[in-house]
Every structure is written in C-alpha cells, then in structure tokens.
C-alpha cells in the first residue's frame, strides 16, 4: 500500500508557553466520522468514481504458511450487488468459493470433496459482514449503516482513527483510517473459530497503489488473536470493470 497520494494532514501539536501569561494555543479539532469519511473516500479516488465501478477482478498469491510458506495462485471477481467469486490453485486443483449476494457454495477437491458444497449457517453469518467492492465506507448511510468516531489510536507506526459501523442489522465493526493519508490501514473481521472459541480477526491494509485514478491496496495481512502465524494476501493485478457475466457466480446444477 504505498503511499501515492496525500489528500489532507493533521498536524497534532500543541504549543506550549514558557513565559508566565503567555497566549496558550488550543489543539486542532478532531474531524467528525462524516468529515473522516469524506476525506477517505476523496483519498481512495473519489466517491462518484467508485459508483461507477460495477465489477472488478484482482489475482496475486495468497501466503498458506507451513514450513515452506507455499503461495497460492488466486483470482477474486466482484461484481455488484454484493457477489464474489474465489478461485485458488493448489496441488494442480481448483478450489471455488461463490457468494451470489444471496447464496454461497463451495468447491474444495483438495479435501477429496468434489461435490458442490452449500455455505454453513457460520460462513454465511461471516459473509454478512462482506461489504460491496467498493468497501463499507462508501454510501454507508444509504446502506443503513451508522459511524461513528471512537478516537485516536497508536497503530504500528502511525496513528489512525477508529470508526466504529453498526450495519443495518445491527452487526457492528471497526476500521481504522490513517490520519494523515486517510487511508484504511486496519478493519476487523469476523471471528474465526479455533478449537471451539472465538478469536478476533484484523486484517492490516498496506501498499496502496493508484488504478485508474482508485487506490488498491495490494497487500492484506490478517491477524488470528491467539495464532502467531499471519496469513498475506499479495495482489499482483487488479482490473476495474472487466465484463464478467451472472453465470460465473451462479450454483452449478
């Protein structure tokens, strides 16, 4: 996620007076949620450019750990409203994770399932949570979504706000935007479960690059509390409106 644009910078500095009954100057003003919201999607590239996306593609390799750190081939296919589509190559198989923006199946031959699988009640609780491509900060209130402003946190070497959206059904999430680029740089997650608990999940946004005017991060590293290892997500390329057809996502019979 590098850095290419700089929209707007908070300088957060307070001068304090030496001399007894000297001028004391008040700290800037934290922006409201709206105005941090504004600001991200003018840094992302614009909010009537991101309305007019309606399908997008990004392949790369996924990091599977283990000893070698294998990386897998992937392709992911997002077309509004809401469906999306996983390929990832293994061991010379094809793994298929469909979502229809109502429906999810799945595919997964390298576990000797070679039968189209329907989602769990769990994967589907964990796909309400998806957002659209353009992500959960565009259009939020006519997606029935509310934000607000938690306050300022320390993350890694930066320092970001924390947003915190209830969804309409009344799911709630955080996202973290930097306060200097007002890019994402953080998003919680659905919980996964590990050996019968629930661990949070967060996944880090990095090396934002521009793609057709869009900032794209292109590198997600999402954090298992409790798991030491991290999984990568490395894009390699991203294409913006690419013609993909319902079929692609629909349930094979």
Known sequence: MLRTKCLSCIVLS????????ADTQAAPAKPSAAQIVDKNLSARGGLAAWRAVQTMSMSGKMEAGGTQNTQLPFLIEMKRPRKTRLELQFQGQTAVQVFDGVNGWKLRPFLNRHEVESYTAEEMKGTSLQAEL????VDYAAKGTKVELEGTEKLEDRSAYKLKLTLKGGQQRHIWVDV???????IDGAPRRLNGTY???????RDYKSVGGLMI???LETAVEGVQ?????LIESVVVNPRLEDSRFAKPE
């Open 217 to 219: 991060p292109y590198v």
């Open 180 to 186: 200097q680029t007002f890019l994402e740089v953080k």
């Open 14 to 21: 307070l001068a304090i007076p030496l001399a007894m009954g």
């Open 199 to 205: 661990h949070p999940v967060e996944t880090y946004l």
């Open 229 to 233: 290892q991290r999984e990568k997500i």
């Open 134 to 137: 353009d992500g959960p900060l």
